[in-house]
């Protein structure tokens, strides 16, 4: 939030805390209109990321993690990415960023009447570029799931 100080100076209107939750609510963006080309703006190029359990594997570099991302995404109707709650920690060029999720997907096709749901945490390392905040490592643990994940994304069923 912009305040004054005593002395009549203003803080920033777009603080770091600002420009790293910007760039993490990007990423729902560019998920649910399928804007591909945006996760440039989201994932620096040697981004490591993990999804799902915590024995999930590691997906490493962007190209590699939007042809994850799209595996599952490509196969399903609309898709809805909410993110809350989050915290964000500022050290200098790094930041660390915590939020809620809720996610909801539709089923393509013959299976347009059936959903998936999933509620969990992203948990974000970024670091300051010349073309500003980027995530360098993300986990998402999911919480709680509703729905049918197999018929939905195509992945397995839990």
Partial sequence: MATSSDSGH????????????ETVTRYTYALDDRDWALLDE????????????????EVRGRAD????IRSFLDRC??????????????????ASSVCKARVLHLGA??????????VGVYRDRLTRSAHGWRIIERTFVIDIELGDRHAVLGGPTR
Avoid: W
């Fill in 109 to 118: 096709g013959d299976n347009s009447n059936i959903t998936y749901e999933c």
């Fill in 65 to 68: 993690i939007v042809a994850m």
């Fill in 77 to 94: 109707g609309p898709s809805q990415h909410l993110l809350g709650n989050h915290i964000v920690d500022i050290d200098g060029d790094t």
């Fill in 42 to 57: 989201v994932f620096a190029p040697d981004a490591v990321v993990r999804y799902g359990a915590a024995a999930a594997p």
């Fill in 10 to 21: 203003h803080a920033p209107a777009h603080t770091d805390r600002d420009a790293v939750t």
